[in-house]
């Protein structure tokens, strides 16, 4: 059995590495005496500072910070024959916000994976939540330390609960004699207190320095050692201030030639000398939400008497006589606690081996032995064959349809273009651009399902067009919130999509009102069209020219106006396109499935077979270098793809999974090919986290979709642009969804026979 282990891992200082190499030499004991042959690899996590020398089993390192490694572990991981592998979890190892960075390598892991979950946080961030959901949602079982842990993520993380298994965190099995090392510390005689670990401000040690006065007075020959490091991270931005502080409070308070520092990070064998050697260990954390500690199981590994705040896992351990609890920054107690076992010492010893005899239960061979069973389980188990799917489309997947957000942020102006997360932010005004995409997805709307809000909406939106038209059939673009112009004259994107809306209104108004105002506002931007130079703006030109045409076919200029703005696009594309780069330009930047989805649109009315062949074979081009791996992968706008050059991942944005969306679509239209309709779900669930980050940009609160994503994970503002695309996709799906099931066996139209060429390799 070869199990991968991905974590930190010595001698890199770090508590969830040791805990690591504990976990997989306890495995490898566990198996020992089996027939199965057992061999771990480790996948080490490195920080910035990486000069350590690894051990054997140490097989590739990556360094946390850089997006690019994780990628490169996993393809390393699916290429070293593993059968499993162990996942050891905390948001502070892995890069990234709250640890983003490790999702995609998990994604990509072609064999199961076990994650231990070393935090499991009551009121984590927008990200934090998502992250950990994503992590249990893919892990085939998960590993927690506490009861209290499988509570939390049965309730705010939904996880369900036969997905969970509590095994305690290990201790090491040595055993060494109290009184021989006491006198080897030269304790004899004293009361000593301790506490280690990594030293940070959330510890609390100042609780103990402030208990100290009163239990001195009482016993004189107590001393408190804090052993540990500060921790790395807080060298970092802080230094040593925390304990200089320290320092300083136990001179002020006249205890310092009682307090110890061991600025260390000292091996287990030292340091469970020191717990055995110790009369009272402390653990006075300052917050309730430590799920796990691993210094509180080595106490009772140890046979130690302990006294702690009530954080969660002592609560746990410390129940039935195996310890006792102070209150969080209350010294008062803690003084109390401390003099009290001193002045009892038949109850002190009674602790003692209360906690000696759980510690019994959980060394790292037991620890070992049940990691090995889950091990066993999880491998021995067949995958389900599930049948193959009939419905392509996953509705079930989808959210419910929701205008909750555009109802947040339109008012009776237009939509407001930007949001600061979910609310309308108001400083930024209106835009030509998502006011004609809204006009556009409320029409969809109102036709699929009747939504009386949507129609509500159609005049606000269509007011808002005719306000920005110029005299000339141009258009302004942006509005600010005061109703003053802030352009003359707009972006031909936003001419483009403007007559992309008008178009489609021109074919499914739900009124003559409309229809008429939608009609002078399409003709008296006609002039215009045949100036256009931005081929996106052509594309979304020709898409609105076909929508009209569909009910028009009769007028035989705007035909005409079709087939010169389709000839500039299809020459922009012979001029640019190679045998190994079909596209329109010498890089992919945003929306670039309009392109193509344009051609597709001209085709079909035109009848013209080489449009179509340069429709699919860009399409496939582009198919080609954002659906590798089985999910879209958007080109991100930090720097675009050059040809011959690297693309960029970051920031990828929802109006790129929308034009994805609506280029499959047409493409099922016009060859009734099912795999166009997989294309297309598969670039949905894009918004619902089959992404690169592996998180939804969806949000299920708000109903809105955040702005994408970049390399530090979602920008959850949540502006028109983003969220209407979300919208216009979901609509084209269930659109998609009832073409698909007009038929159980659909066919291509016989109008269409005539001019779709079947020789054609789509």
């Given at each position: 059995?070869?199990?991968?282990?991905?974590?930190?891992?010595?001698p890199?200082e770090?508590?969830?590495?040791?805990?690591?190499?504990?976990?997989?030499?306890?495995?490898?004991?566990?198996?020992?005496?089996s027939d199965i042959?057992?061999?771990?690899?480790?996948?080490?996590?490195s920080?910035?500072n990486?000069?350590y020398i690894?051990?054997?089993?140490?097989?590739m390192?990556?360094q946390?910070?850089?997006?690019?490694?994780?990628?490169?572990?996993?393809?390393?991981?699916?290429?070293?024959?593993?059968?499993?592998?162990?996942?050891?979890?905390?948001?502070?190892?892995?890069?990234?916000?709250?640890?983003?960075?490790?999702?995609?390598l998990?994604?990509?892991?072609?064999?199961?994976?076990?994650?231990?979950?070393h935090?499991?946080?009551d009121?984590?961030?927008?990200?934090?939540?998502?992250?950990?959901?994503?992590?249990?949602?893919?892990?085939?079982?998960?590993?927690?330390?506490?009861n209290k842990?499988?509570?939390?993520?049965?309730?705010i993380?939904?996880?369900?609960i036969?997905k969970i298994?509590l095994?305690a965190?290990?201790?090491?099995?040595?055993?060494?004699?109290?009184?021989?090392?006491?006198?080897?510390?030269?304790?004899d005689?004293?009361?000593?207190?301790?506490?280690f670990?990594?030293?940070?401000?959330?510890?609390?040690?100042?609780?103990v320095?402030?208990?100290?006065?009163?239990v001195?007075?009482?016993?004189?020959?107590?001393?408190?050692?804090?052993?540990?490091?500060?921790h790395p991270?807080?060298?970092?931005h802080a230094?040593?201030?925390y304990?200089n502080?320290?320092?300083?409070?136990?001179?002020?308070?006249?205890?310092?030639?009682?307090v110890?520092f061991?600025?260390?990070?000292?091996?287990?064998?030292?340091?469970?000398?020191?717990?055995?050697?110790?009369?009272i260990?402390?653990?006075?954390?300052?917050g309730?939400?430590?799920?796990?500690?691993?210094t509180?199981s080595?106490?009772?590994?140890?046979?130690?008497?302990?006294?702690s705040?009530?954080?969660?896992?002592a609560?746990?351990?410390?129940?039935d006589?195996?310890?006792?609890?102070?209150g969080?920054?209350?010294h008062?107690?803690?003084?109390?606690?401390?003099?009290?076992l001193?002045?009892?010492?038949?109850?002190?010893k009674?602790?003692?081996?209360?906690?000696?005899?759980y510690?019994?239960t959980?060394?790292?061979?037991?620890?070992g032995?049940?990691?090995?069973?889950?091990?066993?389980?999880v491998?021995?188990?067949?995958?389900?064959?599930a049948d193959?799917?009939?419905?392509?489309?996953?509705?079930?997947l989808?959210p419910?349809?929701?205008?909750?957000?555009?109802?947040?942020?339109?008012?009776?102006?237009?939509i407001?273009?930007h949001?600061?997360?979910?609310?309308?932010?108001?400083?930024?005004?209106?835009?030509l651009?998502?006011?004609?995409?809204a006009?556009?997805?409320?029409?969809m709307?109102y036709?699929?399902?009747?939504?009386?809000l949507?129609?509500?909406?159609?005049?606000?939106?269509?007011?808002?067009?005719?306000?920005?038209?110029?005299?000339?059939?141009?258009?302004k673009?942006?509005?600010?919130?005061?109703?003053?112009?802030?352009?003359e004259?707009g972006?031909?994107?936003?001419?483009?999509?403007?007559?992309?809306?008008?178009?489609?209104l021109?074919?499914?108004?739900?009124?003559?009102?409309?229809?008429?105002?939608?009609?002078l506002?399409?003709?008296?931007?006609?002039?215009?069209?045949?100036?256009?130079?931005?081929?996106r703006?052509?594309?979304?030109?020709?898409i609105?020219?076909?929508?009209?045409?569909k009910?028009?076919?009769?007028?035989?200029q705007?035909?005409?106006?079709?087939r010169?703005?389709?000839?500039?696009l299809?020459?922009?594309?012979?001029?640019?396109?190679?045998?190994?780069?079909?596209?329109?330009?010498?890089?992919?930047?945003?929306?670039?499935?309009i392109?193509?989805?344009?051609?597709?649109?001209a085709?079909?009315?035109l009848e013209?077979?080489?449009?179509?062949e340069?429709?699919?074979?860009t399409?496939?081009?582009?198919?080609e270098?954002?659906m590798k791996?089985?999910?879209?992968?958007?080109i991100?706008n930090k720097?675009?793809?050059?040809k011959?050059?690297h693309?960029s991942?970051?920031?990828q944005?929802?109006?790129?999974a929308l034009?994805?969306?609506?280029?499959?679509?047409?493409?099922?239209?016009?060859?009734?090919?099912?795999?166009?309709l997989?294309?297309?779900?598969?670039?949905f669930?894009?918004?619902?986290g089959?992404?690169?980050?592996?998180?939804?940009l969806?949000d299920?609160?708000?109903?809105?979709?955040?702005?994408?994503?970049?390399?530090y994970?979602?920008?959850?503002?949540?502006g028109?642009?983003?969220?209407l695309?979300?919208?216009?996709?979901h609509?084209?799906?269930?659109?998609?969804?009832?073409?698909f099931?007009?038929s159980?066996q659909?066919?291509?139209?016989?109008?269409k026979?005539?001019?779709?060429?079947?020789?054609?390799?789509?």
């Amino acid at each position: 059995m070869k199990i991968g282990y991905i974590s930190t891992y010595p001698p890199r200082e770090c508590g969830i590495g040791t805990f690591t190499q504990n976990l997989q030499l306890a495995i490898k004991k566990a198996f020992e005496d089996s027939d199965i042959k057992y061999e771990g690899s480790v996948i080490a996590l490195s920080d910035d500072n990486d000069h350590y020398i690894y051990p054997k089993e140490v097989k590739m390192t990556l360094q946390q910070d850089q997006q690019a490694d994780y990628l490169e572990a996993a393809d390393f991981i699916n290429l070293s024959g593993l059968d499993l592998c162990v996942l050891e979890h905390e948001f502070g190892i892995f890069g990234g916000e709250s640890g983003v960075y490790i999702l995609p390598l998990l994604h990509k892991l072609e064999m199961p994976f076990i994650v231990t979950l070393h935090t499991v946080l009551d009121t984590p961030s927008y990200n934090q939540k998502i992250i950990l959901k994503e992590v249990c949602r893919m892990a085939k079982e998960i590993v927690v330390m506490s009861n209290k842990a499988v509570t939390l993520l049965e309730e705010i993380y939904l996880v369900p609960i036969e997905k969970i298994k509590l095994i305690a965190h290990g201790v090491p099995d040595i055993q060494y004699d109290s009184a021989v090392v006491r006198k080897t510390f030269r304790f004899d005689g004293k009361k000593v207190l301790l506490t280690f670990g990594f030293i940070s401000r959330n510890k609390g040690i100042e609780t103990v320095i402030r208990s100290l006065p009163e239990v001195i007075k009482k016993y004189p020959n107590t001393i408190y050692l804090i052993l540990g490091k500060t921790h790395p991270n807080i060298i970092k931005h802080a230094g040593e201030e925390y304990r200089n502080f320290l320092h300083r409070l136990a001179r002020n308070l006249d205890v310092q030639d009682h307090v110890m520092f061991i600025n260390e990070f000292i091996d287990e064998d030292e340091l469970i000398r020191y717990l055995t050697a110790c009369d009272i260990y402390i653990t006075p954390y300052l917050g309730q939400t430590q799920i796990t500690s691993g210094t509180l199981s080595y106490a009772f590994g140890a046979g130690c008497a302990v006294a702690s705040t009530p954080y969660w896992h002592a609560e746990e351990l410390l129940a039935d006589g195996k310890g006792k609890i102070f209150g969080f920054k209350n010294h008062e107690e803690l003084s109390k606690v401390l003099n009290g076992l001193f002045d009892h010492p038949d109850e002190l010893k009674a602790m003692k081996e209360k906690a000696g005899d759980y510690g019994k239960t959980i060394i790292w061979p037991e620890i070992g032995r049940k990691y090995k069973g889950l091990f066993n389980s999880v491998i021995e188990e067949q995958p389900i064959k599930a049948d193959k799917i009939k419905n392509i489309l996953n509705i079930p997947l989808m959210p419910k349809f929701s205008l909750a957000h555009i109802k947040r942020l339109t008012d009776d102006t237009g939509i407001i273009q930007h949001a600061k997360y979910g609310i309308p932010n108001l400083k930024e005004g209106y835009c030509l651009d998502d006011n004609s995409r809204a006009l556009f997805m409320v029409l969809m709307a109102y036709k699929q399902k009747r939504d009386p809000l949507a129609l509500e909406y159609m005049p606000i939106y269509l007011s808002y067009i005719h306000y920005m038209q110029n005299p000339d059939g141009t258009f302004k673009n942006f509005l600010g919130f005061n109703r003053m112009f802030l352009d003359e004259v707009g972006s031909e994107d936003s001419f483009g999509r403007t007559i992309l809306a008008l178009g489609y209104l021109l074919g499914n108004a739900p009124n003559d009102a409309y229809f008429q105002t939608g009609r002078l506002l399409f003709f008296d931007a006609v002039p215009n069209f045949q100036n256009l130079r931005s081929i996106r703006s052509i594309a979304n030109t020709i898409i609105g020219i076909s929508y009209y045409l569909k009910t028009n076919m009769l007028d035989e200029q705007m035909v005409e106006m079709l087939r010169v703005l389709t000839n500039k696009l299809t020459l922009q594309y012979k001029r640019q396109s190679t045998p190994d780069w079909k596209w329109f330009e010498s890089l992919l930047t945003y929306d670039n499935g309009i392109l193509p989805l344009a051609l597709m649109h001209a085709a079909e009315i035109l009848e013209d077979d080489e449009v179509l062949e340069i429709a699919m074979e860009t399409m496939e081009f582009l198919t080609e270098h954002t659906m590798k791996d089985g999910f879209l992968s958007i080109i991100g706008n930090k720097e675009w793809y050059e040809k011959d050059g690297h693309r960029s991942v970051y920031a990828q944005q929802p109006i790129d999974a929308l034009a994805m969306v609506q280029m499959y679509y047409q493409a099922f239209l016009l060859t009734r090919e099912n795999e166009y309709l997989e294309k297309l779900f598969t670039s949905f669930m894009w918004f619902l986290g089959e992404n690169d980050l592996r998180m939804s940009l969806y949000d299920f609160e708000t109903k809105g979709c955040c702005d994408g994503f970049e390399s530090y994970g979602v920008n959850r503002n949540q502006g028109a642009e983003s969220s209407l695309a979300y919208l216009v996709s979901h609509l084209v799906v269930l659109q998609a969804h009832e073409e698909f099931y007009k038929s159980e066996q659909p066919e291509v139209p016989k109008k269409k026979t005539d001019w779709l060429n079947k020789e054609l390799h789509l």
